[in-house]
């Protein structure tokens, strides 16, 4: 299965911008439909956003719809998601994880993830 690594998570104030990648090895990166998850304190883990093989289709959860951009260089085994305008309830460790073929939003249809990176949001 595939290997997943996140990195870029940090601590930004209300409206900044980051962007968070994951590095994917042991099986050919292009073979997986690639997701963004997040979980905060106390909550259950949900969608943010997915990515298709090729990246010709994406999906985004309503809440981060027109701030959040998903996109994926095949070339270098890396999913990234930038995350502009961002906002204190956006605080939560970011996930991605590896879905063979075809793209989805439930976390349990995804069998491998990453081992996450915090991304705090101040007011």
């Known amino acids: 299965q595939v290997q997943l690594v996140e990195s870029g998570g940090g601590l930004v104030e209300a409206g900044g911008s980051l962007r968070l990648s994951c590095a994917a090895s042991?099986?050919?990166?292009?073979?997986?439909?690639m997701g963004w998850f997040r979980q905060a304190p106390g909550q259950e883990r949900v969608f943010v956003a997915v990515i298709s093989r090729s990246g010709g289709s994406t999906v985004y959860a309503d809440s981060v719809k027109g701030r959040f951009t998903i996109s994926r260089d095949n070339a270098k085994n890396t999913v990234y998601l930038q995350m502009n305008s961002l906002k204190p309830e956006d605080t939560a460790v970011y996930y991605c994880?590896?879905?063979?073929?075809?793209?989805?939003?439930?976390?349990?249809?995804?069998?491998?993830w990453g081992q996450g990176t915090q991304v705090t949001v101040s007011s």
């Open positions: 994880a590896a879905r063979v073929y075809t793209i989805a939003t439930i976390p349990n249809s995804f069998a491998s």
């Open positions: 042991g099986r050919t990166f292009s073979s997986y439909a």
